[in-house]
């Protein structure tokens, strides 16, 4: 488990470096040809969104409209994965995404079980491995001369994963799912995904429906940074969990149509 800790702690460090990079740009290619970085990262953010979705559903937060949204992201993880898988044009791309295929079977076979704090114990340190091949992969392909980057969608894109991350800790956390490294990662990703949002209120290419969607993705951040600091209080009540739920999913939702927005401004 502490190794597993250690990766998922450097899969954090890893997206925000993903996006820093991202910041100086990679030249266009051909509209036949390119493949959006953002796609290979969205694994990161489903395979979040998968552990939160269980963990919800399991402690009985929203449950229907989370069983529905977990069996969707498990079939846009399949379906995202055939399309990054095909990307590759390294071995060592290739070979990558080869055992992010094995992972992934052995992490939905776990996520499609009856939600459990004992199945969600199982599923924490799949979910470490997945999301660290995953962001892998993307680093691999962010190097291939064919794949678009966008920086601010690329920052976009990490700030959606974070969302559903923090979501997904602070679920696990009401399971007592927690030590040092868990509460070190939570810190850690509730810090970049508010940086991650102030860079993005600055970046060059904002249009106003863009500015609008980050308005509204702000605000939802404050309703979960409340809804946090009544959790730590000990306020066990049901709806500050939910707040947190919802709110994740609201970020997310939000951070993907900027990430849409981008992407499309820059064709």
Request: net charge positive; hydrophobic share 45%; with cysteine.
């Amino acid at each position: 488990m502490r190794a597993a800790a250690a990766a998922s702690r450097l899969a954090v460090a890893c997206f925000v470096s993903l996006a820093a990079l991202g910041v100086h740009g990679q030249a266009r290619a051909p509209a036949s040809e390119a493949f959006r970085l953002t796609t290979a990262m969205h694994l990161s953010t489903l395979a979040e969104r998968i552990a939160k979705l269980h963990a919800q559903v399991g402690q009985g937060i929203l449950p229907e409209r989370g069983r529905k949204a977990l069996h969707e992201a498990i079939r846009e993880f399949d379906a995202t994965l055939r399309i990054v898988s095909a990307r590759a044009s390294t071995a060592e791309g290739r070979d990558n995404y080869a055992l992010l295929a094995l992972l992934w079977q052995d992490y939905r076979d776990w996520a499609t079980r009856t939600p459990s704090r004992e199945s969600a114990r199982k599923l924490r340190p799949r979910t470490e491995e997945v999301v660290w091949v995953a962001v892998k992969g993307a680093r691999m392909l962010q190097a291939d001369a064919r794949t678009v980057a966008s920086a601010s969608a690329v920052r976009a894109e990490g700030a959606a994963t974070l969302a559903q991350r923090i979501a997904k800790l602070y679920l696990w956390s009401r399971w007592d799912i927690h030590d040092e490294a868990l509460d070190r990662e939570l810190r850690e990703s509730e810090d970049n995904l508010r940086r991650a949002l102030d860079f993005l209120r600055t970046a060059p290419d904002n249009t106003p429906a863009i500015a609008d969607e980050l308005q509204a993705a702000d605000i939802q951040l404050r309703f979960m940074e409340d809804a946090a600091r009544a959790v730590r209080a000990r306020d066990t009540t049901a709806r500050h969990i939910e707040f947190i739920a919802k709110t994740g999913d609201h970020i997310q939702e939000s951070m993907e149509r900027v990430v849409a927005l981008y992407e499309n401004a820059a064709r």
